[in-house]
């Protein structure tokens, strides 16, 4: 096995993060930058698997790579119902859900600025 040898910046992981997800057909993908806004990280990232078996597949592969490319085991949670799982990479905090559940609690809406406000 290789040796991970790339550094693990906020952004690199983000970097990473985005590619896996694009890999393995993740949809909706939503990037909220944090940075300034709270100490759990500096980016989130939400996206959508279409199944509860596509969002266990692409939460496993995600946490795989963050593995094999920095060297750094990623915290997951949720993977066993397939419905919202979190993935915690440190920098990187990333929700992979299905549709109808993020739907439902519309975590991102929490996150982003909203339309006219100073």
Avoid at 28 to 57: F, N, P
Avoid at 81 to 92: A, E, K, S
Wanted: glycine residues 6%; aromatic residues 6%.
């Amino acid at each position: 096995m290789a040796v991970a040898t790339t550094e693990a910046t906020s952004e690199t992981l983000l970097a990473t993060v985005l590619s896996s997800l694009s890999d393995d057909k993740a949809e909706d993908i939503v990037q909220i930058d944090l940075r300034g806004k709270t100490a759990i990280g500096d980016y989130m990232v939400v996206c959508s698997g279409r199944s509860s078996r596509q969002v266990a597949s692409i939460s496993e592969k995600l946490v795989e790579r963050i593995k094999a490319e920095f060297g750094r085991t990623a915290r997951i949670e949720g993977k066993n119902t397939g419905d919202w799982v979190l993935i915690d990479t440190g920098d990187v905090i990333v929700h992979v859900f299905r549709p109808e559940v993020r739907e439902f609690y519309q975590l991102e809406k929490m996150w982003q600025p909203t339309a006219g406000a100073n």
